[in-house]
């Protein structure tokens, strides 16, 4: 045997047993039946809801663990037996090491896997009263650091700045020095210390007191439950619940049934595991790991505990627990609004006594007096003993040691422009190891630390951005193998499917084997000719048809939406907006949804919201937009807010009468004055709170905001001298300071000011503000008059002055501003007849041409497909380069981005192969997929490609590599798989076609005698 035919060779898997582990198709089963558990215990909450299963609990139950070791097994004694142990096989090989490592690194992984959360909570100062009564105001005890704000009663502004701060030992603010200015009287400076037992007064009845938080030593499960007890004063003790559920209603009847918030009875689950089959019982606690009741291990208690009860979704903290009806509820929230119930059962002395109670969920169980003073202290349960003694029960999370006290110092965060939306945060603290001095430590996006065995992040943060960090705490066993596992099956499957063939090409290039080649490639050549005879047909009997179909694109590019009529109180507007160069106006920036975007990108935005589309019908974007803004009320009766859900006009109109039920109904559009309307306010309410509903809703709550608060929504006056992220003001906030540059003999006096137009705006001058806001009132006046070259005059005015009052590099420059404005006109519209659609069409018109190509082997049709999918790519290219130049970095950060820009490096790689193989089959996936990606993106998805903030936790180098690297993989999946369904229909077409006729035809013969 040669040297070829040794290496080609595999070892046989041997009888019984081992044949039966060692068969390809018993591995192929077992990661059939592995994918199966892991798509449905992942995938279907409800499936994890009936069984009362987290999602980490899907992968650490004892059947998985059973179906991964039998892959194991069957891997292991596949590769012993059926796998040559040589070079040539090397990919195999690795590649099933590769899973091996896999295997076991998600093993160590899955069982050693611990993930809480720990609350560390920022020094502050707090205002309260000289009587010691504390108010909500409180600011971060840091050097710089002030709150104001102006109270009449006090006198006008009263400000609090943090001059100074002193650590001490194991303390980072021990005390800080504090100026306090109230109203006109003299700023007074105090010195306060976290020693200090009564707080500071500082005039007109206030005070300032320095609070320190306690160090954190523990952290807090996020999925293992535990019940906290002890005498009531002294430090508790805890155990573990073992099976407490976590989804469902689960009690014991022995109280009655609970009810809901709407006084509906709540029936209990299940209490036991088991099924109920055709009047059997049949028991399932061999895979279902909950229990009810479930006893606890409380030895240093006088009396015995039980868990006889469990609720989710409670609402208060009443002695006997109101539920939430189901569709009040939201997911997600773990056990956090959950109670259980306990039946307590005396022993010893106290034998003949019991009672229950009913115990609600505290999120973290030991909060020391200074944080349970700013949260809140955890909900005990207090029992008393017949005897008098007491003892206090708490229902919450298992705790973990840290290894090391953790010293809070502060929580920081960076917000997007405008101050509402958070781009990152940042936790520092101090971390002591036993008795060693404490280093600086910090935790912020994308970046952990590491306190063995234990890897903190950042898991959540106060609202107000600063008063408390949460940090995630967990272990990361088994990850250096899983990535290792990743590496060699990566590198296997290179070798085996790129390196290995190449190496045999090669081998008989060089003439191994000479007679054997020269063999098989005689009968190679006797069955290509036999496909050629048989494929003659295919193009010999070709139709003409492509001329015909050619033609098919022209409908398509020929056609155009008919013009709707405009709205009858939008006559005048369109006559004006056909006199109006908008070309320097749209470029004007509004600061909106955590980023700065043009007056023409904001209209679209705003009016789709309401009305559906981009513009009002025969109106511009712009146009649109300062319609509703400055004649706004004389579209109260105009139907312009769009309902896209029928059944949410179904429950919307109830009330109305049947011509305007039908109107809205059937047009799907409803008046601003309709949606106003008290009854269909009170409905949204009562809907709003179901799951199914709220995304129809919050887009209706959308259009309404849109409609009431769209004067409030243009913030396009930039705050003078300021940081990025801060806010900017609307003209109408401006109206009190801009009056104030006036002398005081020629306006009202401050307070009638403020009185009628509100208190001034911080951070801008009179002059500043009267710069700003008179183009504004002039466009207005103009607009309302239909005044076309007043109108031009003012919007000439706006866009010079507006970028003069923001700070340098706060502005985006014009370029930048054009790009995006050219960008909605051209790739945000939603109908197919917009220039949108061309990218879309090129590549189902290119795909048409090369299916006719491939089925026909003509030439002409393959050259106009590979022609239009390059035009395809050009324009998809020009659309995600466009966005990409707009934003300033690669468009992967939201999932219009995502498939847009993965399915651009799909197709170019589908067009390289295409013209390198010629095989027809590359350029028909990619025009498939470029229409597929182009069509959902801008048709399908909400949004329709607006341009959107990046989340913070996005903004990292790894994290966009890894987000291209995974969309390009699933742009090559749908193509591989469009490839896959066109080889299979080759496949059974040449089987009906001549493979089973040719079998009969020899079948035949033979009967009739002819070898």
Partial sequence: MTEEIGLAQSRRPRSGIVAFLGSTWTGIASLVLIL???????????VRGALEMTEMQVFEHWFFVALVVFFLISLLVSTLTRIKFSWMSAGALMAHAGLVLLTVGAFRYFAYKVEGDVLLMSPRVELCTVEGKRLDVAFLA??????????????????????????????PVANATVKASIG??????????????SATPVGG?????????????????KEVAALYFGPTGEELQFTPIPGLPLHRERYTPEEGELHDVLGRPVPSKRTSPHLNLAGLKIPTGWFESWRMPIKLGTAGLPFDVEVTGYVPYVAGTAAKPVIQPLQLRRPNREREPSAIRLKLTGRGAYEGWSESRWCYFAVYPRVDANAAAVIGAPPKQTVLLPDGKSYDLLYSRLEHDLGASLIPVKLSVKHMPGGRMVESWRSDFLVQRGQAAPTPAAVFTNQTYSIAPWTLFQAN???????????????????????????????????????????KQRRRAWGDEGSRDQGMEGSRGEQSREPATRSAPLTANAPRVAPLLMLLAFPFLASTTEAAEPFAASQSAVALDRQIDWRLAKLIVVQDAGRYKTLEAFARERVSAMYGTGHLPSLSPCASLFELLFNGEQYDDVPLVRVRERDLRIDLTEHMAEVERLRVRQSGYLTPRELRAPAVQKRIRELLPINTKTRALNRILDAQATARDLKDMMLIVPRPNAARE?????????????ALALPEGQRLSAEELARRFGPPAFGISPTEAARAL??????????????????????????????????????????????????????????????????????????????????????????????????????????VGLRWYVLGRIPVANMFEAITAAAWGGIAIALVAELFYRTGVFQIAGNAAGFSALTVASFVLPGGGAITSMMGILDNIMLRLHTVMIVLAYALIFIGAVIAVIYLLGYYYYRMRYAEPLTAAREARARGGVA
């Fill in 774 to 879: 008179e183009p504004w009132l002039r466009l207005q006046e103009a607009w309302q008059r239909a005044d076309a070259p007043a109108v031009q005059t003012a919007l000439a005015n706006l866009t010079e002055v507006l970028p003069t009052l923001a700070a340098s590099g706060v502005y985006p420059p014009e370029a930048q501003r054009r790009a995006e404005a050219h960008y909605y006109e051209t790739f945000t519209s939603n109908t197919i007849f917009s220039r949108a659609f061309l990218g879309p069409l090129a590549y189902l018109v290119g795909a048409v041409f090369a299916v006719i190509a491939f089925v026909t082997r003509w030439p002409t049709p393959r050259r106009i497909a590979l022609l239009l999918m390059v035009l395809g790519l050009v324009w998809h290219a020009y659309m």
């Fill in 726 to 738: 801060a806010a900017w003001f609307t003209p109408d906030e401006l109206r009190t300071n801009a």
């Fill in 142 to 171: 840091e050097k710089g650091q002030t709150w104001e704000e102006i109270v009449p009663v006090l006198g006008g502004l009263v400000r609090f700045e943090v001059l100074d701060t002193q650590p001490a030992a194991n303390v």
């Fill in 205 to 221: 009845g206030l005070a300032l007191q320095l609070r320190i938080f306690a160090p954190q030593t523990k952290f807090y499960d």
């Fill in 36 to 46: 199966l558990y892991a798509s449905i215990g992942s995938g279907l909450a409800p």
């Fill in 184 to 197: 006109d009287a003299p700023p007074v400076t105090v010195a306060l210390g976290m020693a200090d037992r």
């Fill in 461 to 503: 943060a106060a609202g107000d951005g600063w008063t408390f960090t949460g940090l995630g705490v967990g272990n990361r066993r088994g990850m250096l193998l899983m990535a290792l596992g990743s590496v060699l099956t990566t590198l296997g499957c290179v070798h085996a499917f790129y390196i290995k063939p190449i190496i």
